[in-house]
């Protein structure tokens, strides 16, 4: 035991410069996107200015996961509206507006993909929200002013699935046999990014459904079966999200 924790330690301590040279990493890719989008001859104001008018979204951004980030540049540290939007004084000085002399990280996903590389790299993937494309937008389904959010995300708490069904209503329900999966939230089944499967699954065959139904799949008549297909590819339970007809959501 005592082993274990020496080694665990040591493991812990040889990946501090590794998380170090990401969190740099990170800060210089933001650093050179602020550069690269902001308006010629803005400067940074502070969010005092912008409260001045966003009032409501300046106060809630305090409780945000956001409003904890802050990013040294020349002179300078860059925190609060400005660390996404650019500097804001040309904005200011020119009545405000949408998008008048201001980055909108609603129309640009760049500013995001600065920090959150990652999910960049899965809109990449052959199965993917279209945000790459310019048909949807990172806002679409996070607020990041937003305080009322689930922890370490920026999605509602109103409903795990609520951003979801904002689009794809008919998988809302309610239904008379609910799928008990969609109660711990879309993202049980699905990669919400991007995916290597079709329809953004998180696995593409019976292994999505044996995660859960392992049981029910690997013995008895459903393990003849299984080299059909996938439980609803194989024409068996295609109402996968409920169903108002049958318990076994078979159709």
């Given at each position: 035991?005592h082993?274990?924790?020496?080694?665990?330690?040591?493991?812990?301590?040889?990946?501090i410069?590794?998380?170090?040279?990401?969190?740099?990493?990170?800060?210089?890719?933001?650093?050179?996107?602020?550069?690269?989008?902001?308006?010629?001859?803005?400067?940074?104001?502070?969010?005092?200015?912008?409260?001045?008018?966003?009032?409501?979204?300046?106060r809630?951004?305090?409780?945000a996961?956001?409003?904890?980030?802050?990013?040294?540049?020349?002179?300078?540290?860059?925190?609060?509206?400005?660390?996404?939007?650019?500097?804001g004084?040309?904005?200011?000085?020119?009545?405000?507006?949408?998008g008048?002399?201001?980055?909108?990280?609603?129309k640009?996903?760049?500013m995001?993909?600065?920090?959150?590389?990652?999910?960049?790299?899965?809109?990449?993937?052959?199965?993917?929200?279209?945000?790459?494309?310019?048909?949807?937008?990172?806002?679409?389904?996070?607020?990041?002013?937003?305080?009322?959010?689930?922890?370490w995300?920026?999605?509602?708490m109103?409903?795990?699935?609520?951003?979801?069904?904002?689009?794809h209503k008919?998988?809302?329900?309610?239904?008379?046999?609910?799928?008990?999966?969609?109660?711990?939230?879309?993202?049980?089944c699905?990669?919400?990014h991007?995916?290597i499967?079709?329809?953004?699954?998180?696995?593409?065959?019976?292994?999505?459904?044996?995660?859960?139904?392992?049981?029910?799949?690997?013995?008895g008549?459903?393990?003849s079966?299984?080299?059909?297909?996938t439980?609803?590819?194989?024409?068996?339970?295609?109402?996968?999200?409920?169903?108002n007809?049958?318990?076994?959501?078979?159709?």
């Amino acid at each position: 035991m005592h082993c274990k924790k020496i080694f665990l330690a040591i493991l812990i301590l040889a990946a501090i410069p590794l998380f170090s040279s990401c969190r740099e990493m990170d800060t210089e890719v933001l650093t050179k996107v602020l550069k690269d989008h902001q308006m010629e001859g803005a400067k940074y104001v502070g969010s005092k200015t912008c409260a001045m008018c966003h009032e409501k979204e300046v106060r809630n951004f305090k409780l945000a996961a956001h409003e904890r980030v802050t990013i040294p540049m020349e002179g300078i540290k860059v925190e609060g509206c400005e660390m996404c939007h650019g500097p804001g004084s040309l904005h200011a000085e020119n009545g405000g507006g949408k998008g008048n002399k201001i980055i909108n990280p609603g129309k640009n996903p760049e500013m995001c993909f600065a920090c959150h590389m990652e999910k960049k790299a899965e809109f990449s993937l052959p199965h993917h929200h279209p945000v790459l494309e310019g048909h949807m937008s990172c806002t679409d389904c996070h607020d990041p002013h937003g305080a009322n959010a689930r922890p370490w995300s920026a999605t509602s708490m109103a409903d795990v699935n609520e951003q979801c069904f904002k689009c794809h209503k008919q998988q809302r329900g309610p239904f008379a046999y609910e799928h008990l999966a969609l109660r711990e939230g879309c993202t049980t089944c699905h990669k919400v990014h991007g995916s290597i499967n079709d329809k953004m699954l998180t696995s593409r065959d019976t292994s999505l459904c044996t995660r859960c139904h392992a049981d029910t799949v690997i013995v008895g008549e459903h393990a003849s079966r299984i080299r059909q297909g996938t439980c609803f590819s194989g024409e068996c339970h295609v109402a996968v999200h409920g169903s108002n007809f049958d318990k076994h959501l078979r159709y």
